[in-house]
């Protein structure tokens, strides 16, 4: 038995029907690489069961404390059934892109079940019109529980599921893993009384390993190593409001090398500033489109990961996070990623100041009764129409692999979509994801919010189209001349000359291409 920490423990507090708080990917995948070229369902049933042993997290469920006193708990589950948390469905004819979106909204949309471990991946058969994908095809549709994975460690848990060869035999040592009995309300509340104890002691810890970060933004403001500006108070727009139980789902597949192109415009710039740019232009052209948009720059919520080498395979969440404007009033594509980048660095220099890891630290200790009173005021009240959030919505990046990886002997075709959790007074949020050479940019919304995805979608496709014609546009430097050869008397000369005087000291040196996804 393991308990939850501050952050993950949030993630329970804010559960409610109309926030669900899990995250997940739309995986599509292609049977031609399996035995005969095709995959059963209990195919992959007998997959999965062989590899349980390989995740943490697939047969661990939550266990809450009486009245939320303290923060829950991780058992072994000892009713663990695999077949309920794989499903399988199909597709109504035709079968296209919009149809599966829909259907992965719907999904997406529904709360789980907490008390069994909280994950749920959904079979789709019936992609038979998805175009860019052959017939045959299968989808995964994940649900995992914020609580249980981050971005990183969700990672981990593909690598659980997923083989770099579509014949890779199964675990050779043996499945050890024991079940554990539910503890009762006493236990719980006994240990809930013991924590409330020694907590004042860690909230002191914390605090004296804050103190050298606070001391260092200061010194950082003082000499101007970064600045606050109101770049980063978010202006109030159609998104920041209380949010329906309803989702819609969308996004767009990029060439890598594409992106990476883009930097042409500011050869400093790293990839993470190309995809903020392009979400910015594309709430750009969505909000004047809609006569709706701000004169100040919205603002992303952009997570960090400070999860250490040592904690890889670890459940729970590691992340800090940064507030990064997205230059969504700039029109212009290079002048906007020039905007994105100055103000991220500025951000990165802040965040780096303070110490991601020790914000991270900080909400190991924040009392969870108080964090699930107030998620329940913020959503009964409806505080999202009164209150102004701290950030407009959120984009995180989350590499993929790099090569090409296969479930049940199925290669993984594209990870289309990632779905993210949404909470009143955020609307809308994005998942930027890499795999092989294709990034993709894919966002959630509120489907009362956004009634018209397909119209977001071609906002992010015109956006990263403008600015790749931009960057394309930008002229390459001059290569320099060579100067000429000195006659060969002047050679020799010059070599006697150094060979007088010694020989001299050296200085040191130092040293995804498939068609864009339509709707």
């Not at 062989?50 to 939320?68: A, E, G, H, N, Y």
């Not at 095809?137 to 971005?151: E, L, N, Y």
């Not at 993470?272 to 919205?298: E, R």
Request: aromatic share 8%; with cysteine; proline share 9%.
């Amino acid at each position: 038995m393991r308990q939850l920490q501050g952050m993950d423990s949030s993630f329970v507090a804010l559960e409610s029907p109309n926030s669900p708080m899990h995250i997940g990917n739309l995986l599509i995948y292609n049977p031609e690489t399996a035995p005969g070229g095709f995959v059963r369902f209990k195919d992959i049933l007998d997959f999965f069961s062989k590899r349980m042993q390989l995740s943490k997290t697939m047969r661990q469920r939550l266990v809450r404390v009486p009245f939320d006193l303290d923060y829950p708990y991780w058992i072994e589950d000892p009713n663990f059934d695999l077949e309920y948390h794989l499903r399988h469905v199909a597709l109504p004819k035709p079968g296209d892109w919009r149809q599966l979106c829909i259907q992965t909204a719907r999904i997406h949309a529904r709360p789980m079940d907490l008390t069994r471990p909280p994950w749920e991946f959904t079979v789709v058969e019936g992609l038979d019109n998805v175009r860019d994908y052959p017939p045959g095809c299968f989808a995964f549709v994940t649900k995992v529980h914020h609580s249980a994975i981050d971005g990183m460690s969700g990672i981990d848990m593909m690598e659980a599921i997923h083989t770099l060869a579509p014949n890779a035999p199964p675990p050779n040592a043996p499945d050890e893993w024991k079940p554990e009995k539910v503890p009762g309300p006493v236990e719980l509340l006994g240990k809930s009384y013991i924590n409330a104890l020694t907590n004042p002691v860690k909230q002191a810890q914390v605090a004296a390993q804050a103190v050298p970060g606070v001391a260092s933004a200061i010194k950082g403001l003082v000499t101007r190593q970064f600045k606050l500006t109101s770049d980063y108070v978010p202006p109030r727009t159609r998104f920041n409001r209380s949010i329906s139980p309803h989702r819609v789902v969308e996004g767009r597949s990029f060439p890598l090398a594409d992106i990476k192109a883009i930097r042409a415009l500011l050869p400093e710039a790293k990839v993470n500033d190309v995809a903020l740019a392009i979400i910015g232009g594309a709430l750009y052209k969505y909000l004047t489109a809609k006569d709706d948009l701000p004169k100040s720059s919205m603002t992303a919520m952009a997570p960090i990961s400070v999860r250490s080498s040592d904690e890889k395979n670890d459940m729970g969440n590691q992340v800090s996070a940064m507030i990064a404007p997205l230059g969504s009033h700039i029109g212009d594509p290079a002048e906007r990623l020039e905007y994105v980048f100055k103000r991220t660095k500025n951000s990165k220099a802040l965040t780096n100041a303070i110490g991601a890891r020790t914000m991270t630290e900080v909400s190991k200790v924040n009392p969870l009764l108080y964090m699930a009173l107030g998620a329940q005021l913020f959503n009964r009240v409806s505080l999202a129409h009164r209150v102004a959030m701290p950030f407009n919505t959120v984009v995180t990046n989350v590499p993929g692999p790099p090569v090409p990886i296969y479930s049940a002997g199925a290669r993984m075709e594209s990870m289309a979509l990632s779905l993210i959790c949404l909470t009143d007074g955020l609307g809308l949020a994005h998942v930027v994801q890499s795999y092989v050479d294709e990034a993709y940019i894919s966002f959630t919304a509120c489907r009362d919010i956004m009634p018209d995805p397909e119209f977001y979608s071609e906002c992010l496709q015109e956006s990263f189209d403008e600015m790749l014609a931009a960057a394309k546009t930008v002229k390459k430097p001059a290569a320099k001349k060579a100067s000429p050869a000195k006659p060969a008397a002047k050679k020799a000369t010059a070599r006697q000359s150094r060979a007088a005087k010694g020989p001299a000291k050296r200085k040191p040196t130092t040293t995804m291409r498939r068609k864009t996804k339509p709707n």
